[in-house]
């Protein structure tokens, strides 16, 4: 039997695989056996730890997506509200949820009124009239996705996904009904929509290093990054002029307090106490200038910048009482509270996170909220500057941090703060701790 020209050429491939053509070939064809084997095309999410914490495996790769996060399916989230910081962490829960369904986030909405209960009454604010939406992207590119709302097709076909709540929804029901969203008959659609309560309720499934991934790719739009240098800038000149008692070019450091005296937060910390069988949540603004001004360390004269609620500005007892070669001052007594009565309150709050996150010294309340993420964004940064786990604590470490409501020696000092980068859910960080992980 003759044989074709087409088969010489076969035979002749096959017998000479050294040929570019016929390596490329090969490579080719075990690099699609290895996905096969490796990568189906259901997703391979993970299994859960003794601890209840759900270990993601890496994400299999998708037509059109991202390093493995999908930008042709997407997940959409309620209105995310509450405080800032309840809000940066739902916003993180709803980029980590999307990324273990595989899926890219839609923009969500925040909240630039703080109303708890009157949900009706909360104005929306665009995540990027906050946040730069592009820098977000680049930042993470690979580990989470924003998407905006143009790029879905077809809306129409959106599934619904409800949040369970209560005792009885407990964190592996949680994860249970996640990975059904995975499946195929769900995971054809092309949004998925989460409903029910806010997403800062959801059970948490991810570890700290997860959050603060998300949180670092955060950054302040240019208006709102501008108006932090202009308060920065005040109490660094502010430091300047009481120390040398004129303007000068060297802008002298400063400590940042965040000071919770508040009426609605005394009776929520004593609930607390009451409710953990401790007296360590509390603490009395004499208790807190005391404390402060028993840091070792600090030079004298320092400015202290009081990160207190509006409602306390014109309370000028909080000025009065701290130790000599402190020397304390708010909003109002810089002269800066014109530059926050422009803005709602998110973006207020936003301003003073950044303002007591670059404090050459911070002071805090380890059972807040806001605090705990600053110590958080700290924490971070002192790694980044190359100082070890075990050094963290250290007397001599650069920007400290301190807990006021927990005495630290017998020297009346506050308890040294940092978070604690290795723990397996955010649960310390979201409603408090007195693990300052520096005793």
């Given at each position: 039997?003759?044989?074709?020209?087409?088969?010489?050429?076969?035979?002749?491939?096959?017998?000479?695989?050294?040929?570019?053509?016929?390596?490329?070939?090969?490579?080719?064809?075990?690099?699609?056996?290895?996905?096969?084997?490796?990568?189906?095309?259901?997703?391979?999410?993970?299994?859960?730890?003794?601890?209840?914490?759900?270990?993601?495996?890496?994400?299999?790769?998708?037509?059109?997506?991202?390093?493995?996060?999908?930008?042709?399916?997407?997940?959409?989230?309620?209105?995310?509200?509450?405080?800032?910081?309840?809000?940066?962490?739902?916003?993180?829960?709803?980029?980590?949820?999307?990324?273990?369904?595989?899926?890219?986030?839609?923009?969500?909405?925040?909240?630039?009124?703080?109303?708890?209960?009157?949900?009706?009454?909360?104005?929306?604010?665009?995540?990027?009239?906050?946040?730069?939406?592009?820098?977000?992207?680049?930042?993470?590119?690979?580990f989470v996705q924003l998407g905006r709302y143009m790029d879905v097709s077809n809306r129409a076909k959106t599934i619904e996904l409800p949040k369970g709540?209560?005792?009885?929804?407990?964190?592996?029901?949680?994860?249970?009904?996640?990975?059904?969203?995975?499946?195929?008959?769900?995971?054809?659609?092309?949004?998925?929509?989460?409903?029910?309560?806010?997403?800062?309720?959801?059970?948490?499934?991810?570890?700290?290093?997860?959050?603060?991934?998300?949180?670092?790719?955060?950054?302040?739009?240019?208006?709102?990054?501008?108006?932090?240098?202009?308060?920065?800038?005040?109490?660094?000149?502010?430091?300047?002029?009481?120390?040398?008692?004129?303007?000068?070019?060297?802008?002298?450091?400063?400590?940042?307090?965040?000071?919770?005296?508040?009426?609605?937060?005394?009776?929520?910390?004593?609930?607390?106490?009451?409710?953990?069988?401790?007296?360590?949540?509390?603490?009395?603004?004499?208790?807190?200038?005391?404390?402060?001004?028993?840091?070792?360390?600090?030079?004298?004269?320092?400015?202290?910048?009081?990160?207190?609620?509006?409602?306390?500005?014109?309370?000028?007892?909080?000025?009065?009482?701290?130790?000599?070669?402190?020397?304390?001052?708010?909003?109002?007594?810089?002269?800066?509270?014109?530059?926050?009565?422009?803005?709602?309150?998110?973006?207020?709050?936003?301003?003073?996170?950044?303002?007591?996150?670059?404090?050459?010294?911070?002071?805090?309340?380890?059972?807040?909220?806001?605090?705990?993420?600053?110590?958080?964004?700290?924490?971070?940064?002192?790694?980044?500057?190359?100082?070890?786990?075990?050094?963290?604590?250290?007397?001599?470490?650069?920007?400290?941090?301190?807990?006021?409501?927990?005495?630290?020696?017998?020297?009346?000092?506050p308890q040294k703060w940092v978070a604690n980068m290795s723990d397996i859910s955010l649960q310390k960080i979201s409603y408090g701790s007195n693990d300052?992980?520096?005793?």
């Amino acid at each position: 039997m003759e044989i074709s020209s087409n088969g010489k050429r076969s035979i002749h491939c096959l017998r000479y695989l050294n040929s570019r053509i016929c390596k490329c070939m090969a490579i080719l064809l075990v690099l699609l056996i290895v996905r096969a084997i490796f990568f189906p095309s259901t997703l391979n999410f993970g299994w859960t730890d003794d601890h209840g914490l759900v270990l993601i495996r890496n994400l299999s790769p998708f037509h059109g997506s991202n390093f493995g996060i999908r930008v042709d399916k997407f997940l959409e989230v309620p209105q995310i509200v509450w405080g800032l910081n309840n809000q940066k962490i739902a916003f993180a829960r709803a980029c980590l949820t999307a990324r273990m369904l595989n899926r890219t986030l839609l923009m969500p909405s925040l909240s630039a009124s703080l109303f708890y209960k009157e949900v009706e009454r909360l104005e929306p604010i665009s995540f990027d009239k906050i946040f730069k939406f592009n820098e977000f992207n680049s930042r993470c590119n690979g580990f989470v996705q924003l998407g905006r709302y143009m790029d879905v097709s077809n809306r129409a076909k959106t599934i619904e996904l409800p949040k369970g709540s209560g005792r009885k929804w407990t964190i592996e029901r949680d994860f249970e009904q996640l990975k059904e969203y995975s499946k195929e008959q769900f995971d054809q659609s092309e949004v998925i929509r989460i409903v029910g309560k806010n997403p800062f309720l959801w059970h948490d499934h991810w570890p700290v290093k997860d959050y603060a991934r998300v949180f670092e790719c955060l950054v302040l739009v240019d208006e709102i990054a501008n108006e932090v240098d202009k308060v920065i800038s005040r109490i660094r000149e502010v430091g300047s002029e009481e120390v040398t008692g004129a303007k000068s070019a060297k802008l002298l450091p400063y400590v940042a307090v965040h000071m919770r005296i508040e009426i609605d937060w005394m009776i929520h910390c004593k609930k607390l106490e009451q409710r953990y069988n401790m007296n360590q949540i509390c603490s009395s603004k004499e208790e807190i200038m005391n404390r402060v001004g028993n840091i070792s360390g600090t030079n004298k004269p320092t400015v202290v910048y009081l990160a207190v609620a509006d409602s306390l500005l014109n309370d000028s007892s909080i000025l009065d009482g701290w130790k000599e070669g402190l020397l304390p001052f708010e909003k109002k007594k810089l002269g800066v509270d014109k530059i926050y009565e422009k803005y709602p309150y998110l973006i207020r709050s936003a301003i003073d996170y950044e303002v007591c996150l670059r404090a050459d010294v911070f002071v805090g309340n380890s059972f807040s909220t806001f605090s705990s993420l600053v110590v958080l964004g700290r924490t971070q940064k002192l790694m980044k500057a190359g100082v070890a786990v075990g050094e963290l604590c250290s007397r001599s470490v650069m920007w400290p941090s301190y807990a006021y409501n927990i005495l630290g020696d017998s020297k009346g000092r506050p308890q040294k703060w940092v978070a604690n980068m290795s723990d397996i859910s955010l649960q310390k960080i979201s409603y408090g701790s007195n693990d300052t992980s520096c005793r």
